[in-house]
């Protein structure tokens, strides 16, 4: 069962910066997808950023392009997100999630896994 717990969020003023961490635990086999998502309440769940381990290759959302960027530790099974010059409109509940895929999956429905959620309060 694989587990995985949200660090990192917070509160901070508009251009301000945080960096999530997502460690990963509980399995054998490593997962090759792995994304950010997040939701406000009452909204759909959307993709952020989203990382496919066998090559690397990354996806993100129009509206966080060049200003975040989603990366992993292999070696202490960690998932980052760096969020930079974030914006009142980047405020919602973050959530890390992770698919065993043999192909990189945007969709949240195609992810089984998933964290607790970590807020992210972005204020102007």
């Known amino acids: 069962q694989v587990q995985l717990v949200e660090s990192g969020g917070g509160s901070v003023q508009a251009g301000g910066s945080l960096r999530l961490s997502c460690a990963a635990s509980?399995?054998?086999?490593?997962?090759?997808?792995m994304g950010w998502f997040r939701q406000a309440p009452g909204k759909e769940r959307e993709g952020v950023a989203t990382?496919?381990?066998?090559?690397?290759?990354?996806y993100y959302a129009d509206s966080v392009k060049g200003r975040f960027t989603i990366s992993q530790d292999n070696a202490k099974n960690t998932l980052y997100l760096q969020m930079n010059s974030l914006k009142p409109e980047d405020t919602r509940m973050y959530y890390c999630?992770?698919?065993?895929?043999?192909?990189?999956?945007?969709?949240?429905?195609?992810?089984?896994?998933w964290g607790q959620g970590t807020q992210v309060t972005v204020s102007s």
């Open positions: 999630a992770a698919a065993f895929c043999l192909r990189p999956y945007r969709d949240p429905n195609e992810y089984r896994y």
């Open positions: 509980g399995y054998t086999g490593r997962p090759y997808c």
């Open positions: 990382i496919y381990t066998p090559d690397g290759s990354t």
